[in-house]
């Protein structure tokens, strides 16, 4: 059973940074790529950013793009989210996903090739 823990959540100021991390288990983590997503209040689920399995490839939403970085650390079964510059906006849950594939922009773009998810960690931005 694929477990996703993630951890890094929390309350910060406009312009403030946070660094989101989520650890897997029950899988080779090394063979999948991973994504960024999240869900404000009333709001549809929102793709932020994603990673192909060795790092090598990136992809990122418009809202987010030069303000937050994903990475990850095969070694250590962790991806994470540097988040730079938030906003408002940006307050919402956030959770990471495991993809059915290894990498591959048609698949990493796509919410619905994400197979496993995580319970989400809350970010609040204060004004």
């Known amino acids: 059973q694929v477990q996703l823990v993630e951890s890094g959540g929390g309350l910060v100021q406009a312009g403030g940074s946070l660094r989101l991390s989520c650890v897997a288990s029950g899988r080779t983590f090394s063979g999948y790529a991973m994504g960024w997503f999240r869900q404000a209040p009333g709001k549809e689920r929102e793709f932020l950013a994603a990673?192909?399995?060795?790092?090598?490839?990136?992809y990122y939403a418009d809202s987010v793009k030069g303000r937050f970085t994903i990475s990850r650390d095969n070694a250590k079964d962790t991806v994470y989210l540097q988040m730079n510059g938030l906003k408002p906006e940006d307050m919402a849950i956030y959770y990471c996903?495991?993809?059915?594939?290894?990498?591959?922009?048609?698949?990493?773009?796509?919410?619905?090739?994400?197979?496993?998810w995580g319970q989400g960690t809350q970010v609040s931005v204060s004004s």
């Open positions: 990673i192909n399995w060795s790092g090598s490839d990136t």
């Open positions: 996903a495991t993809n059915k594939y290894a990498g591959g922009r048609y698949y990493l773009l796509r919410s619905n090739e994400y197979e496993y």
